[in-house]
């Protein structure tokens, strides 16, 4: 009976993984899973055998695999719009000052403003994108 109630806990621990998503549920079962078969072999009366199968392959599972199940899994950040442009090289159109400027950033033309506010850019300087700040772009010497 006490097998089948740790198998009902794995199960529920497994389902309660897909809302979490972060693994810890997932290896809490595997452990689950693993005193229900040993409480299966071991027969009734086994529970101090079962709770430190659980622990130990709980904390092997949480240990060696589910940081290769978290690498494995991983979903690289990409940036998009104007935070995939920090890093670009932009060549200035008109000089860029405290006040004013203009860049061409990958063929499209964008307000700029020195990052560092004591600097000046002349036009066919190039310049890389420190930050993007709304619709300008904060840009420093570059190669």
């Known amino acids: 009976m006490y097998a089948l109630t740790l198998l009902v806990a794995g199960l529920f621990l497994a389902a309660a ?13 595997g452990g689950a899973f693993a005193a229900a078969g040993t409480e299966a072999v071991a027969g009734p009366g086994a529970f101090v055998l079962d709770t430190v199968v659980f622990a130990a392959v709980s ?13 494995r899994l991983a979903v ?9 442009l920090e890093g670009k090289p932009a060549i200035v159109v008109a000089e860029v000052g405290p006040d004013s400027g203009l860049v061409k950033i990958g063929g499209q033309e964008w307000t700029a403003r020195p990052f560092f506010s004591s600097e000046r850019f ?22």
């Open 122 to 143: 002349g036009a066919g300087e190039p310049v890389v994108v420190v930050v993007v700040d709304g619709a300008t772009a904060l840009v420093q010497r570059g190669a």
């Open 17 to 29: 993984e897909l809302a979490s998503g972060d693994f810890w549920l997932l290896m809490l079962a």
């Open 59 to 71: 904390v092997f599972l949480i240990g060696a695999i589910r940081p290769l199940l978290k690498r």
């Open 76 to 84: 690289p950040l990409i940036k998009t719009n104007a935070g995939a």
